[in-house]
């Protein structure tokens, strides 16, 4: 009898504290209306004590049978059902409304409970008590990858919207992802047991990213944590530190091999050398040594064949640099220092919601280091901000040259139907699209575009990146990631050409005729667009606007021309049109 009372006890609790807005919440509208009208229809529901679960056992009019208790997820219903059913929230509905009947056994504290909940006004469970999780907890609990992230997605800015009632609903906007948190008035609970208790429209019955994130939203919500806690940890284990020290050691000796012998003196396998040292760090987890050794190997196979572009100077500064990398990772004790040190094979990807990007150019490019390609620019406006997509080969194993042409042809992996040309000039709707930390796009086979109407720069708000003034250019150079702007000039002046450095200037000014330089060093690549500016010269038609590459040379701001704008809404990709 003692178990029958405190079954029912905890289950008239439960049932005490729950009105129709939280049966919705756990399952959806649909399912509650079908439930509430089938109840209507049907005739009585039999209950009986199930003791040996603790639980109510139901048999509905059908035959179906349902075993419900104060845990709602935990039921159990005859029916093929995957998710709550309309079989379980009839079984709730009616044990809720048949409480007198029902609940016959003389229950002292259940008729206190029911009578202190019928005299006093309604009160939403106190969340921020409950949910008041330790973050270190929950990234342990998700892993440190996945919660990495959650951080990115936060700090990108995905919006959710939160609802505190009889359940709480956090909702992530534009994303199919909504996620209910269900109170509990257990006094100790661990941050794994509320989670568990968590639904997620994902269906995941593991611990998901949705999950973990929304707390976090949460919280952030109530004040109990800042973006700014959310600092990503990337650990390097003590057995990786012991491999990191191996391949900076063998980087340091090649380093201290090429400054001692001269480049005059090298041996004739030292590309070779370099080459395989650079494998050897892709194998230690060093890959911001692998690209600069590669770089390095370019550098001298340029002085081997004579190349007018070898500048000494240069070798010298980047042998420094990577042996100073080396150095430093070598002695770090900071395991976020040491992290981006030694940097990433590949950038890590996360997803965001759907966004709108506006094409705005596209630039071909080879490097030094053994990569070619073309990188196409994004324009996002209610943030102001740029993302690109590159598509890319290497060729550090082959001397075959790519035809951009035919690259600049091909089918995007978006799923949209048109070239790379057009969604470079194009605006795009991206769905489950994702990127990384400097906004780069990923060539995710899940991601999927709409190409929509080509895109107006002149009727776009391009923030800090439209630039009509040359003084706010330098001012705004040494800031982070801005070597990248629009800009528009009032005049150009006569071009010219250095014949003894080979290379293309054409002077232009702003309204208040400051003066800067666009500056292209000749090559069979560039050839093509220093044509494209003399013509521009000759028939007077210059772009209205430009995106441009900014650098200092000399003291002196110069711009490299990547796209031209003109005001009939032609875009002219300047490396490939």
């Known amino acids: 009898m003692d178990s029958t009372d405190n079954c029912l006890k905890k289950i008239g609790t439960f049932l005490l504290n729950i009105d129709d807005e939280f049966l919705i919440g756990v399952s959806n509208k649909g399912?509650?209306?079908r439930a509430k009208k089938d109840l209507e229809k049907s005739e009585a529901i039999k209950v009986e004590v199930a003791e040996e679960d603790s639980a109510l056992k139901c048999i509905l009019e059908d035959g179906t049978e349902c075993v419900i208790n104060e845990d709602i997820k935990a039921y159990k219903c005859s029916c093929p059902s995957r998710s709550i059913c309309k079989h379980v929230l009839m079984c709730y509905l009616y044990v809720k409304s048949n409480l007198n009947s029902l609940f016959s056994v003389e229950n002292k504290s259940l008729n206190e409970n029911k009578s202190l909940n019928e005299n006093k006004?309604?009160?939403?469970?106190?969340?921020?008590?409950?949910?008041?999780?330790?973050?270190e907890s929950l990234s342990k609990l998700l892993g440190e990858k996945a919660f990495n992230e959650i951080v990115k997605r936060i700090n990108f800015g995905v919006e959710i919207e939160i609802e505190e009632a009889s359940l709480l609903t956090i909702k992530f906007k534009e994303e199919d992802h909504v996620v209910k948190v269900i109170p509990n008035i257990k006094e100790e609970i661990s941050p794994k047991e509320i989670l568990d208790e968590v639904i997620c429209s994902c269906k995941s019955k593991e611990i998901c990213r949705h999950k973990v994130?929304?707390?976090?939203?949460?919280?952030?919500?109530?004040?109990f944590i800042k973006k700014e806690d959310l600092v990503i940890l990337n650990k390097k284990s003590k057995a990786e530190k012991t491999l990191l020290i191996e391949g900076v050691s063998l980087v340091k000796k090649l380093m201290e091999d090429i400054l001692f012998v001269g480049i005059s003196r090298l041996p004739e396998n030292i590309t070779d050398k370099v080459e395989s040292t650079a494998l050897l760090c892709h194998s230690y987890n060093l890959p911001n040594l692998e690209k600069m050794l590669r770089s390095v190997k370019s550098e001298i196979e340029l002085y081997i064949n004579k190349n007018a572009s070898f500048s000494i100077a240069s070798f010298r500064k980047k042998i420094s640099y990577i042996y100073t990398t080396a150095l430093a990772i070598e002695n770090c004790k900071d395991e976020n220092k040491l992290y981006k040190l030694c940097g990433e094979h590949k950038?890590?990807?996360?997803?965001?919601?759907?966004?709108?990007?506006?094409?705005?150019?596209?630039?071909?490019w080879s490097s030094k280091s053994g990569y070619e390609g073309i990188t196409y620019y994004y324009f996002e406006e209610n943030k102001g901000n740029l993302f690109t997509y590159t598509s890319s080969r290497p060729t550090y194993y082959d001397n075959k040259k790519r035809n951009y042409g035919l690259a600049y042809s091909e089918v995007p992996s978006f799923g949209i139907q048109g070239s790379l040309e057009e969604i470079s000039q194009h605006s795009i709707r991206l769905v489950n699209g994702k990127i990384n930390d400097e906004r780069r796009i990923s060539a995710s086979g899940q991601s999927k575009g709409q190409l929509l109407e080509k895109t107006d720069i002149y009727k776009l708000d391009f923030?800090?990146?439209?630039?009509?003034?040359?003084?706010?250019l330098l001012q705004g150079y040494s800031k982070k990631n801005t070597n990248l702007y629009i800009i528009k000039a009032e005049s150009y002046e006569?071009?010219?050409?250095?014949?003894?450095?080979?290379?293309?200037?054409?002077?232009?000014?702003?309204?208040?005729?400051?003066?800067i330089c666009i500056e292209i060093d000749y090559s069979k690549e560039k050839k093509r667009m220093i044509q494209k500016f003399e013509r521009m010269e000759r028939l007077k038609k210059y772009p209205g606007r430009m995106l441009v590459h900014t650098y200092l040379k000399e003291g002196q701001l110069r711009v490299i021309p990547i796209v031209a704008y003109y005001e009939n809404g032609d875009i002219v990709n300047l490396t490939l049109n």
Request: charged content about 30%; aromatic content about 18%; proline content about 4%.
């Open 31 to 33: 399912i509650f209306n």
């Open 121 to 135: 006004e309604s009160e939403k469970f106190d969340f921020s008590e409950f949910l008041n999780i330790d973050i």
């Open 213 to 223: 994130e929304a707390l976090i939203h949460y919280e952030i919500f109530k004040g």
């Open 347 to 364: 950038s890590a990807y996360y997803d965001i919601p759907p966004i709108i990007l506006y094409g705005i150019g596209a630039e071909s």
């Open 463 to 472: 923030k800090e990146l439209f630039i009509d003034n040359w003084q706010k």
């Open 494 to 515: 006569k071009s010219s050409f250095d014949k003894i450095n080979q290379r293309f200037i054409l002077p232009i000014y702003d309204a208040e005729k400051n003066m």
